[in-house]
């Protein structure tokens, strides 16, 4: 959200990358899941005896690079935040007119399926998160 919110002050258009997908995922996120889960671990001995495995673990929802850019930069406005790229303004592109030295998949999304259902956990959606990060950059 930094670097989106950076470039929007700076540059009149952005262009950005719209078919890479996946569920941005704050550390916040990924630090409370996991010490709740550890939590119920703690105190279900029959949970723990049956959750060995692997999970997968992001925020509900789904968006690509372009999504994101566009909804950072519609909160900043709402907040009052002035910016010279505008939401209209962010052009999308496709992944190969950015190249980069590592190659991203176009679709990075998890199955959180397991997660959620071991340890009945609902998910927030990703906006959530990205809502919270922008407003406290604002302060």
Known sequence: AK???RLAAERDSLNVVADQFGAPTSAELIADVTALTIY?????????????GIYHLVAAGE?????????????????????????????????SAYPVPAARPQNSRLDTSKLRE????????WQYHVQRLVHELQQ
């Open 63 to 95: 968006t690509s690079w372009h999504g994101y850019a566009q909804f950072v930069i519609s909160e900043a406005i709402r907040l009052g935040t002035p910016l010279k790229a505008q939401t209209n303004q962010v052009n999308p592109i496709p992944a």
């Open 118 to 125: 071991r340890f009945n956990i609902q998910l927030p959606n």
């Open 40 to 52: 119920r671990l703690q105190h279900d001995t029959a949970l723990a005896a049956s959750a060995s």
């Open 3 to 5: 670097t989106m919110l």
